[in-house]
Structure formats: C-alpha cells, structure tokens
C-alpha cells in the first residue's frame, strides 16, 4: 500500500504526535503486534515497511497488506471498545522505525487535533478498500488472475525499483503466494505461464514486471 501524501497530515501535528510517542528501532522479521493480545495501544510506521497477516483455523497465514512509512496500525480497538484482542499479526518486513501511544493519550490529543482522526479514518477506509477488493478476487479471479493483479499491485509499492525491462520486486515465491492466497506450487505454475507469455521474467532474486501497464501512475 502507497505511502500517504505528505500534505494530507499537517507536518506540525505530526510532529507533535510524534514527540509525545515512544519510538523504537526494530529489525526486519519481527513480529511487532500478535494475534489475541490485549489491545491498548497503536502504532504509526515512521520508516520502513511491515506486513499485515491473519491465520485460518489450519494454521495457513495470509498478507492481508503490505503497510509504509505513514501508516498507522493496532487502530481497530481505538474504536471498538468491545474488541477484547487483537485480530491480527504484524511482521516487519524492513528495519523499520515505529511510534506508539496508549489509546487514551491519543483520544486525548485527538480533541485537539483533529485531523490526527481524519487521517486515521482516511487509512482505514483505504484499507478496508483494499480488503474488499482481495476477497473480491479470491472470490472471481482464478489463480493466475490473482497474481498477476498482485504483481501489478506490489509495483505501487515504495520498495518496487524501476528497471530498463521493468519493474523489479524483490519477492520469493512464498511470500508471493502467502499474498495471492494459494500454494506455493500453483505460484510456480503460474509464474511459468506469465514469464512464457513475455509478462514477467522471474528468478531467485526476484521477479520483473515487463510493460509500460505496470508502471504507477503519479499526479
């Protein structure tokens, strides 16, 4: 998920949220928020990026999104007072740099800012966006629909670098699939389709979205 725009957040309020937060240096692969913790803070990315996961009653994991520098996460409890626990993990996916505040402290400061809220409304609803539209593609696209739609999505992406070929994402084919929803071997299968059809040329090291489509688009 991209960045927030810069100007949607006044920088001074910003910067007053900030210092009132605890910040902390935390390194990639760390779980930072666990499912069925007792909520009572949230959290905003300073730098880098995370991943959001839930789990199915097997025990399989799924990236519901991929969150960047300027978004908040561990929000749902702020306003729903009768979520006893958290609903989901939250993995670094980078080194990454967080801040965090007690729900109270921030309901606090929200009386005096309230465009602290508007942006965290604005996020959510983003997300929820985004949510709708991944079970919508579970739900109508096949396999191979659905990763290539990922594909083009992950080049929206900050950490996407743009190539002479393309766009390079630096994904392993596990990580691939536990974003689409599928097996790591229907990811493989799909993969040969898309790279046989001049799509996508893929290799350990990563995969390179071909075409101009894939390029995001910046106003």
């Keep these: 998920m991209k960045s927030p725009p810069v100007a949607r957040l ?16 935390v390194d990639a692969g760390t779980m930072i928020i666990k499912s069925a913790e007792i909520p ?22 799924m990236v519901l999104a991929y969150l960047n520098k300027g978004h908040f996460f561990g929000e749902m409890a702020f306003f729903n007072s009768r979520q ?9 996916r980078t080194d990454v740099v ?6 109270e402290e921030f309901r606090q400061l929200t009386t005096e ?3 602290l ?22 739900a109508f696209l096949d396999v ?3 990763v290539a739609h990922t594909l083009l999505e992950l080049c929206y992406e900050p950490d996407a670098h743009i190539r002479d070929e393309g766009w390079f994402l630096e994904i392993s084919r596990p990580q691939l699939a536990r974003l689409v929803g599928c097996s790591r071997e229907m990811v493989c299968r799909v993969l040969k389709m898309l790279q046989s059809e001049g799509l996508i040329v893929y290799s350990a090291e990563g ?10 688009v910046t106003a």
């Design 84 to 92: 006893a626990q958290r609903s989901a993990w939250v993995r670094s």
């Design 113 to 115: 800012h309230q465009g």
């Design 117 to 138: 809220v508007f942006e965290l409304t604005t996020q959510m609803a983003l997300r929820l966006f985004g949510a709708d539209m991944k079970v919508s593609s579970l």
């Design 10 to 25: 006044d920088p001074v309020i910003l910067e007053q949220f900030l210092s009132l937060c605890r910040q902390t240096q």
């Design 98 to 103: 967080i801040a965090e505040m007690g729900y």
């Design 207 to 216: 995969i390179v979205v071909h075409g101009t489509h894939a390029v995001p």
């Design 40 to 61: 009572d803070r949230l959290y905003y990315l300073v730098e880098g990026s995370v991943e959001v996961i839930i789990e199915d009653d097997s025990g399989h994991d």
């Design 144 to 146: 191979k629909g659905r």
